[in-house]
Structure formats: structure tokens, C-alpha cells
């Protein structure tokens, strides 16, 4: 509905940090997952979590250098700052140290936050050890889960074969929205878009999603010796087995099916999920052709690799039957004034860098479509704070968005510099 086909979704709240991939409108699903040293070959979404949210711990090692995370304080007992017996300074605690959080407005004013707390505890355990002062720590701790996020952003951008300038930058979650800028300038990302329900963006989508029934079956053949006639008779029996699954669920009455093929070069390890393009419910040689092209592309895109020559083998049937639920109605509101003067709240210093910068806030429940905010300033919401970091610049979309255009990302060269 905003307008954005390509995707990179980002989901920070407490504890992870979880990325997945949309292209075309399409989310990336795999068969290949882990979670920690165990294979989960089963097909799912291909989402990507490192441990680093608003409650991952800051500490520094034997060796004497800092890192943040992967262990995280949870809810309770939670950052310091959050006075529930909590002393291990996190990323909450160093947001709130440099100004980015305001600790009277945490949850929309529900809950206050003692800066007191996130002082000493970022003090007594960053800032001492290493030799700095607490400005200075809580700069470092940021730009430390900032990096792990944006490495991580690249192992499902770069080095699957995406250019993440060609992505737009989703930040969900309660966390997502203060740190998305410094994110996207990293990756060369242009637009960040934080959803105008960001803080229960996971929520609303359990509510939209369509319902869905995968179902797969070992087929192990090589494509040039294909027996058709079995192929579609597998497949229809999935078919049917799926809408048996599905019967009684609350979709709108619509279904769609979509039908792919895990294929790889004979004598490979990996194989590689491709989509059957055919508009019949029947697999046709014209069909075949299609995805076996289609196939050395994906190939090449992944592994840096195509052999046309070579002889590829089918390994797994897949299906996946798509109950389409009744979508809740969105209205568009009417774009307005560009003016956003009268959400604005005040103003605080906030540290960007080691000296402070005076700059505006403002309160987003107010915010209209069309407001326009020039960076540096930030917008206080109910469950997320966003911040419009220096030389960025946002604008509300009519659904509430925040779309938030990057003027500092750097360039492909830059960042391999």
C-alpha cells in the first residue's frame, strides 16, 4: 500500500534482532535453517536473528574489548534504567544516556525510566574499564549493535546475491525505528519506513496474513528423464491433501496455489527452490523448460555459478496452498500541510555524536499525513521513538507511515573502503 515492492524487513525489540528478506512482494522462504547448531530442514521463512535488542547487555571481555549481547536482561529484570533490580548497562540503557529515549515518555508516559541508573550502571561497567566517559561508552555500545546489526543485514542481502541499495528498510518493533537511520546509511539504503503501528507490527500481521498449508514430497529424477504423468499426479494428490488441512479455517473463499521444484546440478550438496511458472493446474515440458531457466539464473545469483550444460536433478515437490483471509480496510487519510509545527513537543539534547545537538521533538500521535520533519529531530510515539538523524528527512504517508528519506548512505564504494 506504500508503494515499495522490495524489502528488507527488520524487527528490533527486546531481546533479537530479526531480519528477513521480500522481493517483489514476496517473502524468501528456505529449507535450509538453524537454530543454534542443530538443521532444521524444514520449509520456512527465511528470517535471520542475531541477539541484539533494546535489553542486550553491554559488557566488555577478558580481552578487554566491548561487546553487546548476545545475552539479554528480558523484561525483568530488565535494563537498569527500568528500576527492577536490573544493574547491566544495555542498548536501552545507552539510548537513554545519549538522549535518544526520553525517560518520562517511555510507552507513551506509562512507564518512567531512572537515567540515574543507566548513568551508573553504563559508568560502572563500560565507560571505567575501558578508560572513557559515559557519553563516550554509550556512543560505543550504539555503534557496536549498530555494526552487528548491519553485518547481519548483509548476510541476507550481499551475500545472497542482493544489492541492499535496492531494498527499502522496514523497522519494526519497539527499538527498530531509533536505530533504522544509522542502519540504512551503513548498507547504502535510500528509504527507511517505520509502519505507523510499528511497536505491534508482528501483531498486525498474525491478524492479515493468509492462512497457508505446505506440503512436499521426495521426487528424486533428473529433469531430462522426467515422467510427467507422475509429477502431476503427486502434485494433485498434495493439492488435495492441503485443502483437506485447510477445510473449515476462515478464509475468504478465495485459494491460490503455487507449486516449485528444489532442483540442483547433479553431484551438489545444496539445492535450490524454484517456482513453477504455469497458469493450469497441469506441469507441461514448456512449463519444465521455464523453471530449469529460471533455475541456472537462481544458480548464478546464489553461488556465483551456471553450467547450462550440466545435468540438473529434482529433488523435492512443494506446495503451497493459500487461503486468502478477508483483509481489514485501511482508509487513506487526505495529504495535508507540510507544516508539522503543531506536533511538535519541545526539544532536548540528543547525542548524535560525543558533543550534544539541541533539536525538536515531536509528538507523532499527531502527526498527519503529509507533515514533513527535516532531521535532526525525533518523534515520540506510543511504544516506539524514532529518531530523523542529521541530513535525513521524513515525511507521513497516508497510512500513517514514516517514511524517512536517507541523505548520508554511502555508496558501494565507500563501504568497501
Not at 509528538?363 to 532531521?375: C, E, H, Q, V, W
Amino acid at each position: 500500500m506504500a508503494g515499495y515492492d522490495n524489502l528488507i524487513t527488520v524487527d528490533m525489540g527486546g531481546t533479537s534482532y530479526d531480519i528477513a528478506l521480500i522481493e517483489n512482494l514476496q517473502p524468501a522462504v528456505t529449507t535450509e535453517s538453524w537454530i543454534g547448531r542443530y538443521r532444521i530442514a524444514l520449509p520456512m521463512l527465511d528470517i535471520h536473528t542475531i541477539g541484539a535488542g533494546g535489553g542486550s547487555i553491554a559488557w566488555v571481555d577478558a580481552g578487554g574489548a566491548l561487546q553487546v549481547g548476545p545475552a539479554s536482561a528480558g523484561s525483568y529484570p530488565g535494563p537498569a534504567c527500568y528500576s527492577r533490580g536490573g544493574t547491566r548497562p544495555t542498548v536501552t540503557d545507552a539510548n537513554v544516556v545519549l538522549g535518544l529515549l526520553n525517560p518520562d515518555f517511555f510507552l507513551g508516559g506509562e512507564m518512567v525510566l531512572d537515567r540515574a541508573k543507566a548513568v551508573d550502571a553504563v559508568r560502572r561497567e563500560v565507560a571505567e574499564p575501558l578508560g572513557l566517559s559515559v557519553i563516550e561508552a554509550a556512543s560505543a555500545i550504539i555503534e557496536l549493535v549498530n555494526s552487528n546489526m548491519a553485518n547481519a543485514t548483509r548476510l541476507v542481502t550481499t551475500k545472497r546475491g542482493r544489492d541492499p541499495q535496492q531494498f527499502a528498510l522496514v523497522a519494526a518493533g519497539g527499538a527498530g525505528g531509533i536505530h533504522a537511520g544509522k542502519q540504512a546509511e551503513e548498507l547504502g539504503i535510500r528509504t527507511v519506513i517505520v509502519p505507523g503501528l510499528a511497536p505491534v507490527f508482528c501483531a498486525l500481521g498474525d491478524n492479515v496474513a493468509d492462512l497457508k498449508i505446505s506440503e512436499s514430497r521426495t521426487h528424486i529424477g533428473r529433469v531430462d528423464e522426467l515422467d510427467f504423468e507422475a509429477l502431476n499426479a503427486l502434485f494433485q494428490e498434495m493439492e488435495q491433501r492441503a485443502r483437506g488441512r485447510l477445510a473449515g479455517q476462515a478464509v475468504a473463499g478465495n485459494f491460490e496455489i503455487k507449486r516449485s521444484l528444489d532442483m540442483h546440478y547433479v553431484g551438489e550438496v545444496h539445492e535450490v527452490t524454484v517456482p513453477i511458472r504455469s497458469r493450469t493446474r497441469r506441469i507441461t515440458k514448456l512449463n519444465l523448460d521455464a523453471t530449469l531457466g529460471d533455475f541456472h539464473e537462481l544458480h548464478e545469483r546464489l553461488f556465483a555459478h551456471k553450467d547450462p550444460s550440466q545435468p540438473v536433478e529434482i529433488l523435492t515437490l512443494r506446495l503451497d496452498l493459500i487461503g486468502v483471509r478477508e483483509r481489514p480496510r485501511m482508509i487513506p487519510q487526505e495529504f495535508g500541510d507540510e507544516d508539522a509545527s503543531a506536533a511538535r513537543k519541545g526539544e532536548r539534547p540528543v547525542h548524535f555524536d560525543i558533543e550534544p545537538t539541541i533539536v525538536p521533538v515531536y509528538d507523532g500521535g499527531k502527526l498527519r499525513a503529509g507533515s514533513f520533519i527535516p532531521g535532526p529531530a525525533i518523534i515520540e510515539q506510543w511504544g516506539t521513538t524514532i529518531a530523523v538523524y542529521p541530513g535525513h528527512e521524513c515525511l507521513i504517508d497516508a497510512y500513517g507511515n514514516v517514511i524517512i528519506e536517507i541523505g548520508q548512505a554511502r555508496s558501494a564504494t565507500e563501504r568497501a573502503a
